[in-house]
């Protein structure tokens, strides 16, 4: 196994560990977000990351025990708040590193208010997939996943939704995680 698969996969093994019912931000919710996902979309912006990507636009949001504690029930009870959205965006830092938090406000934006939701991260989708556990059931709630780290040297901004030439915006099957396109 390669050595950057191996780290990836231990990288993405430090799970944030919050009390049961939290999650960590970074910063307060947006509402009417065009750039980050397709519509008018609400972001939450999750707090730890391991990948530190040079060049990364939020180097604020590594840092594990930074950020706010905020309960999931505020966070539904905000975002019900948030009129003539379609769709949530989990940013970050890294939200696979908090992905039982996220697969559950996923579920419920898309069971109640019938929204789509995307998710960035600096994992590929292989390494989540083969990772498994609550970060694979968190990407099978997704509609569309932003994967793989933001390389500088590979800076491109006139790509739709992503920063560098080795991401990609990967169109996904609800509830099975299948990839249905690729951007």
Not at 64 to 70: D, E, M, S
Not at 101 to 109: E, L, M, Q, S
Request: hydrophobic share 35%; proline share 4%.
């Amino acid at each position: 196994m390669a050595d950057w698969h191996k780290i990836s996969l231990e990288k993405l093994a430090k799970q944030e560990e919050v009390p049961e019912g939290m999650i960590r931000l970074s910063g307060p919710l947006e509402r009417d977000n065009i750039v980050n996902g397709d519509g008018l979309r609400a972001v939450l912006w999750t707090q730890g990351c391991p990948n530190h990507c040079i060049g990364c636009q939020n180097p604020e949001t590594w840092d594990y025990c930074k950020g706010i504690l905020v309960p999931i029930d505020d966070i539904l009870k905000q975002l019900s708040e948030f009129k003539g959205q379609t769709g949530l965006t989990f940013c970050g830092g890294e939200p696979f590193v908090q992905s039982k938090a996220c697969k559950y406000i996923a579920d419920y934006v898309r069971k109640e208010f019938g929204w789509d939701v995307w998710s960035f991260s600096g994992f590929t989708y292989e390494i989540i997939k083969e990772y498994g556990k609550e970060p694979w059931e968190f990407l099978k709630s997704l509609n569309a996943l932003i994967d793989g780290p933001f390389i500088l040297k590979q800076r491109d901004l006139s790509l739709r939704f992503r920063g560098s030439s080795n991401q990609r915006l990967l169109h996904l099957k609800k509830g099975t995680g299948e990839i249905v396109s690729v951007e």
